[in-house]
């Protein structure tokens, strides 16, 4: 059915049920993963990280690429085990639906499958959260987990 997915994840529990639900889709095919993680400070110095959730750090740019390599390495071997053959990650930084519609138009993805809410703060459900501001601009096929 598609040739390529991207999941953008942020350690959220819908970004894992999103994580899911791609597996499912494209398990038993050749179609290619593309996981995607973008590092977002959040205010008072927090950083979101899956599996610690938004933690107080000293948010240097190694640290956030530390922090983010080790979400996407773990996220990759769950995709893995969850019968996913192909899988790419990337690590990129930047306003989160912005980049993650730049990186599905640069990796030309059949579809985005994400959580319909991640970590973020509460003004994202008030001013419309990454999700819904993919799901309205993106070129492709957008499924959205709750």
Request: proline fraction near 2%.
């Amino acid at each position: 059915m598609f040739k390529s997915v991207m999941v953008p994840v942020d350690g959220s529990e819908h970004a894992h049920k999103a994580l899911e639900v791609a597996c499912q889709l494209i398990k038993d095919s050749d179609t290619t993963l593309h996981i995607l993680h973008i590092p977002e400070a959040l205010a008072h110095e927090t950083t979101l990280i899956w599996g610690i959730g938004a933690v107080t750090l000293e948010t240097t740019s190694s640290e956030l690429e530390k922090y983010g390599r080790e979400l996407i390495d773990r996220t990759s071997r769950e995709a893995s085990a969850l019968g996913a053959k192909h899988i790419d990650t990337t690590l990129a930084q930047g306003e989160p639906s912005r980049t993650i519609l730049e990186q599905a138009k640069r990796l030309g993805v059949d579809a985005i499958i994400m959580g319909s809410r991640g970590l973020g703060d509460f003004s994202s459900l008030v001013v419309g959260g990454v999700s819904h501001k993919v799901s309205h601009s993106a070129n492709c096929t957008v499924i959205t987990v709750h």
